[in-house]
């Protein structure tokens, strides 16, 4: 039987996702700013297999083998930046729904206790 919603949403810690999510965004942004300004690596990498007489050819497939993984790296980080960023803004709709729903109880509160006393009133004035 699956769980239901409120369940769910009831178990999140949303103070400690709150309080995380600025530090979150930063982290995506430095990382981004690093990837971006970033020369590909210049590391020897994993051989590739061939004709080991043929250096020329083994090095051109391992400079594309870094260019690729260059470019997965960007895209990555792009993708964890947008993400750090739409997890920034859920966690602020989230808090701005919150503190509305403590105003609608609030309210609700309110509400309640006028019309228990517009009952009282009309039932002690017959």
């Known amino acids: 039987m699956p769980l239901p919603w409120s369940t769910?949403?009831?178990?999140?810690?949303?103070?400690?996702v709150i309080a995380k999510a600025p530090d979150i965004a930063?982290?995506?942004?430095?990382?981004?700013?690093?990837?971006?300004?970033?020369?590909?690596?210049?590391?020897?990498?994993?051989?590739?297999p061939g004709d080991a007489s043929a250096p020329d050819a083994?090095?051109?497939?391992?400079?594309?083998?870094?260019?690729?993984?260059?470019?997965?790296q960007q895209e990555s980080a792009e993708l964890l930046s947008a993400l750090a960023t739409q997890n920034a803004e859920l966690v602020a709709a989230v808090a701005t729904l919150r503190q509305r729903n403590r105003l609608l109880a609030a309210a609700t509160g309110v509400a309640t206790a006028i019309a228990l006393a517009a009952l009282a009133l009309s039932i002690g004035s017959s």
């Open 26 to 48: 930063q982290g995506a942004r430095k990382l981004w700013q690093q990837v971006s300004t970033r020369d590909a690596p210049h590391s020897a990498g994993t051989p590739v």
């Open 8 to 16: 769910l949403v009831k178990a999140i810690p949303w103070s400690d």
């Open 58 to 72: 083994r090095l051109a497939a391992l400079a594309a083998q870094v260019a690729e993984m260059s470019t997965r």
